[in-house]
């Protein structure tokens, strides 16, 4: 057998060739590979501008009102004496009488709460404007809940009766005991005020309500407590106007326009 090796002219040849060829294949594959970055580049902007969902914020208030079942009595006892051992004591007496004739008219124990308890110093003054404690004052204040509203003001009367001078009402407040069913209400009442405004709006807009994308709850709102002022010791009630307890709820919505 016999072996022919190519000349060294045609193996020249032969990768001048191949090198022409490689290069005709870079060429064609090199503005493909270009191309890729630039469509990416292309879908990337046009997401950026495809403009969001359009949403609506709004504000509902609610209320609901109901007829109290409960009142809350403040009210405490006052003593001043030359010592701060006879203060006390005169103050410890006044509390017991307060607490004695609570007990009768059937408040129960777990009704009757100190607030409160206090022993300071008194000072007076002289011509010369140097100041002096001249005695102690010693009080305590409570809070009384009256589960039976209608004889709140027997209540107040009888407590004012039984403690004299050194007795304070510092006020009454009507309540509701659960509150609640009441904040219930309101709380849908807030809502469907959200909804109704958020409905408008996309009427109003061209746009139709589309879905709750978020719903937040404030602080609900109370009255505040109605004064009772104090009442000469033969007064054997006191008249009082329950009205009724309001409840307020604010919500604030948002939804989708579509």
Known sequence: M???????????RLLA?????????????????????ERTALRATALRAAPDTATVTVTGNGRAS???DLAILSAGVEATRPTAKEAMAAQTTAAEALL?????????????RTDSLALAPVYTQNTSGDSK????????????????????G?????????????????????????????????????????????S????????????????????????????????PADEPSVPLAPGEIEEQVTVSAVYELI
């Open 17 to 37: 060739a191949t090198a022409v060829l490689g290069g005709l294949l870079a060429g064609t594959a090199a503005p493909a590979l270009a191309v890729a970055p």
């Open 100 to 112: 004695d004739v609570l007990h009768k008219q059937g408040i129960a124990d777990r009704d009757i």
């Open 66 to 68: 109901a007829a109290p």
């Open 133 to 152: 404690v001249t005695g102690y004052q010693a009080g305590q204040s409570f809070s009384v809940k009256v589960r039976d509203i209608d004889r709140t």
């Open 154 to 198: 027997q209540v107040v009367g009888a407590v004012n009766e039984a403690i004299g001078n050194v007795g304070r009402i510092n006020g009454v407040v009507f309540d509701v005991a659960d509150p609640s069913a009441l904040r219930a209400k309101a709380r849908e009442a807030a809502y469907r005020d959200a909804y109704d405004k958020a």
């Open 2 to 12: 016999t072996i022919r090796r190519p000349s060294a002219a045609r193996t020249s």
């Open 200 to 231: 408008q709006h996309a009427q109003l807009s061209g746009h139709r309500l589309g879905r709750l994308v978020s719903l937040s709850e404030g602080e609900s709102v109370r009255p505040g407590p109605g004064a009772a002022p104090a009442v």
